[in-house]
């Protein structure tokens, strides 16, 4: 399984980003595929998920209303848009797979696969 993320840069407060995981190596129609986000000296937290089979989505309460999770079927890939976007957004982005298509899971040891992680800066 590979994951490779992609999309992240240096936006103004208020700005969007769109970033992209793609996926490789397995069918994932049975995964759940989860955004985290690091800073350094902090741990990485949840930031939202989407169960591949049925689009369910679920998303920290720090990103609701702002940040969307999608998939492409087509593409094998999985989006997390970016809008509004605040200084306190920046941090590195990993996209992350849950081979058991869990929803609602919000902990780095439930994802059991990571792409490289992206870094998003939002300028203030």
């Known amino acids: 399984v590979q994951l490779q993320a992609s999309g992240g840069g240096l936006v103004q407060a208020g700005g969007s980003l769109r970033l992209s995981c793609a996926a490789s190596?397995?069918?994932?129609?049975?995964?759940?595929m989860g955004w985290f986000r690091q800073v350094p000296g902090k741990e990485r937290e949840f930031v939202a998920s989407i169960i591949w089979s049925v689009g369910s989505t679920y998303y920290a309460d720090s990103v609701k209303g702002r940040f969307t999770v999608a998939r492409d079927n087509a593409k094998n890939t999985v989006y997390l848009q970016m809008d509004s976007l605040k200084p306190e957004d920046t941090a590195v982005y990993y996209c992350a797979a849950d081979q058991y298509g869990r929803g609602g899971r919000s902990s780095v040891y439930e994802y059991h696969y990571w792409g490289q992680g992206t870094q998003v800066t939002v300028s203030s």
């Open positions: 190596g397995r069918a994932f129609s049975s995964f759940t």
